[in-house]
């Protein structure tokens, strides 16, 4: 089944200590993209990328790293993560450069950090 | 702030009426897309209208595009009370350097009473 995986699904931490949500797409896609929605923000994008090796900040950048060593990865990743990261976390992705062909996303990891 | 704004915000109707929401935009796109995020979970991609197309039909949704009210609506006939969920327009912008970044309105939320 086509589908992009994420994990964790829910996820309680402190303040400070480093975590990393997974992102994995079995369809072979060039693009992927991380958003977080919140309550009266909608969805916002925090980093994107169009192929291995290429990562470019979204809207909200700050506090968050990714990488893409691999096609089908791209994690998600918190050094320090704050109590103003607690949020529902989404990887999507897409055929090529996302937008001409929609998005597939993932379940969602609701993290919230203490 | 949100290219798209979805109108209304809430929308109540009994099984089997018809729904209709709107989208309204600031900029030149590419391309609109309607999503459907059932509580908490993902978003599923619904349809997805170009620039250049006026009307487009799948299944029981019916999708208009004005690209020069810069508005979309998007129609549900014969709603079931499975179709209750959020639904998000999302614009690609044309030009610039967007990069497929998809930019998503609030969201209508919509129920449908057995």
């Known amino acids: 089944e086509a589908q992009v995986t994420q994990n964790p699904r829910y996820l309680i931490t402190v303040t400070g200590k480093k975590l990393t949500v997974t992102c994995s797409q079995n369809?072979?896609?060039?693009?992927m993209s991380w958003y977080r929605q919140d309550p009266g923000l909608g969805l916002r994008q925090i980093y994107y990328s169009m192929n291995v090796e290429v990562t470019d900040k979204g809207d909200v950048p700050e506090g968050y790293k990714v990488s893409r060593k691999e096609k089908r990865n791209f994690p998600l990743i918190l050094e320090s993560p704050s109590p103003n990261q607690t949020s529902l976390y989404f990887c999507?992705?897409?055929?090529?450069?996302?937008?001409?062909?929609?998005?597939?996303f993932g379940s969602g990891t609701r993290l919230t950090v203490v | 702030s949100q290219q798209g704004e979805e109108d209304p915000q809430a929308l109540s109707i009994q099984e089997g009426e018809n729904a209709t929401m709107n989208c309204s935009y600031k900029t030149s796109i590419n391309n609109l897309q309607w999503y459907r995020q059932n509580s908490g979970r993902g978003l599923v991609h619904l349809i997805l209208i170009r620039s250049n197309e006026r009307e487009k039909h799948s299944g029981r949704l019916r999708v208009t595009l004005d690209t020069s009210k810069k508005s979309s609506s998007l129609l549900i006939t014969a709603s079931r009370a499975a179709d209750t969920a959020s639904y998000f327009c999302?614009?690609?912008?044309?030009?610039?350097?967007?990069?497929?970044?998809?930019?998503f309105g609030q969201g209508t939320i919509l129920t449908v009473h057995p």
């Open positions: 999302a614009t690609d912008p044309s030009g610039g350097t967007s990069y497929g970044k998809l930019t």
């Open positions: 999507a992705s897409s055929l090529w450069q996302g937008a001409s062909y929609g998005y597939t």
């Open positions: 369809m072979n896609h060039e693009y």
